[in-house]
């Protein structure tokens, strides 16, 4: 299974160039889908991870319509493998098919 990377440019690029420019980090200039190759939903970047067990910051976008939702992880862990080398899906709650550990690309940034 491979990445999506759909690239787009969010609204905020300029402001994020501006600060990249000056040194501080923050929100980023270009955002990569996250998702499987194929999925059929909107494309999805995680902006944000608060840590296990609570919400995440992610930005959804179909063209140029951006969606800001804050999304409780996936946590789904690969029954095949032993419970110590078991790594949790950091993709969000019912997400399109395909867990972050099934992926065999790395995300195109």
Not at 3 to 13: A, D, E, L, Q, V
Not at 14 to 43: D, F, N, T
Not at 79 to 84: C, G, I, Q, R, Y
Not at 87 to 106: I, K
Request: net charge negative; glycine share 6%; charged share 20%.
């Amino acid at each position: 299974m491979i990445h999506c990377n759909s690239r787009s440019r969010p609204p905020w690029s300029e402001a994020a160039q501006a600060h990249a420019q000056e040194g501080s980090a923050g929100l980023p200039e270009w955002l990569v889908c996250e998702l499987a190759s194929g999925h059929s939903e909107e494309h999805a970047n995680q902006l944000e991870d608060m840590g296990r067990g609570t919400f995440d910051v992610w930005v959804r976008w179909s063209g140029d319509n951006f969606t800001y939702v804050c999304a409780a992880p996936c946590e789904m862990v690969d029954p095949v493998l032993a419970p110590h080398l078991r790594q949790a899906c950091m993709l969000f709650a019912d997400h399109a098919p395909g867990h972050s550990w099934e992926f065999e690309d790395l995300l195109h940034e």
